[in-house]
């Protein structure tokens, strides 16, 4: 039987109906500590009554301070934070919610700018007008605690309280326990070839709003047919999202693999860059044929992006030959 419940509800609320979840106001850090427990608790939990916390004025408000923390360019409207300012954060962050609240929000597509790689390449951010960005960081304050209690202990990147540094200290601490063979995977245009139906059934199984889904797929359509915009509020979470299953694979190779042997592997991973590492290469092709295909190519249906994966650059390699590389791409710069 499916399970689903009130984006507030612990276990004492859930008996009381949801009626005794309006009667009370609740802090949004508060709110977002019981909806991180909830979930945590609960992990096939499905989560409703989001949207009306996505419209409150306090969610909003700490949305803007985020962006405009952040700082950034003006999107394709032109309007910058002091224009806002100028003219009142209240009544802009009220029109904002007026829009959502009457279900009339429609993003604006995403103003596009060319950041030069070497090798003649480049890379293409969208950055979103400042209301959009706003929208985007209040649907993330209620979506984040619900997807960070299913993220996996080797995903590091764009997390609450976690750092590359972090992500180092994993691959030294792996290092000391002799796992020295490295694969290097970069995925490529990872987070241009996200697709879309697949992350929103992703999303859908933590989260039964039909509110909340129909923003997220406004936000998703409003730049194109696939992919999540780099630059956009929301996309480093999405994208955690939808490599969430990877992850879960890597964990469950940790222990074992198909060929009944144990693969003594460890990972970690940053966005779209993973560094799974194992006792020895022959470990790691078996590893590669098996779970390990979340580290190399997916099956069909259970890795996202499992041509894009298939294509990618994976590269094993000993530490001594690893840091070498290394020393050549962070001491060039060759990685943008």
């Avoid at 540094?165 to 245009?189: G, M, N, P, Y």
Wanted: proline share 4%.
């Amino acid at each position: 039987m499916e399970q689903r419940g009130p984006a507030a509800c612990s276990v004492s609320d859930r008996k009381e109906g949801k009626d005794e979840m309006t009667k009370a106001s609740i802090d949004l850090q508060d709110l977002r500590r019981r909806i991180y427990v909830k979930a945590k608790a609960e992990t096939s939990w499905r989560f409703w009554g989001l949207y009306v916390h996505v419209c409150k004025m306090e969610t909003l408000r700490e949305a803007y301070v985020l962006a405009k923390n952040n700082d950034g360019a003006p999107g394709v409207d032109g309007l910058t934070f002091a224009a806002i300012e100028a003219q009142g954060v209240a009544l802009f962050l009220e029109q904002l919610r007026d829009e959502l609240v009457r279900h009339t929000y429609v993003p604006l597509p995403a103003r596009r700018q060319v950041i030069p790689k070497d090798g003649g390449k480049v890379r293409v951010l969208l950055i979103p007008a400042i209301r959009d960005r706003v929208v985007q960081g209040a649907l993330k304050l209620i979506l984040e605690p619900i997807f960070e209690a299913d993220f996996q202990p080797g995903s590091y990147g764009y997390r609450p309280k976690r750092t590359a540094h972090e992500a180092i200290d994993r691959v030294a601490r792996a290092i000391v326990q002799q796992k020295t063979r490295v694969i290097d995977i970069d995925l490529r245009s990872y987070f241009d070839n996200i697709r879309h139906d697949r992350l929103l059934a992703k999303v859908a199984r933590r989260v039964d709003d039909a509110d909340v889904m129909h923003l997220l797929k406004l936000m998703l359509k409003a730049n194109g047919r696939r992919g999540v915009p780099q630059g956009g509020v929301l996309s480093p979470l999405l994208s955690n999202v939808y490599l969430t299953e990877v992850d879960r694979m890597l964990e469950r190779a940790k222990e074992t693999t198909r060929c009944g042997k144990y693969t003594y592997i460890e990972y970690a991973r940053f966005a779209d860059d993973r560094v799974p590492r194992t006792h020895l290469r022959k470990e790691v092709r078996c590893c590669a044929r098996d779970g390990g295909r979340s580290s190399g190519a997916g099956r069909q249906g259970q890795a996202p992006n499992h041509r894009k994966l298939r294509r990618s650059r994976a590269v094993v390699v000993s530490v001594a030959e690893k840091a070498e590389l290394d020393s050549v791409r962070y001491g060039s710069e060759r990685r943008a």
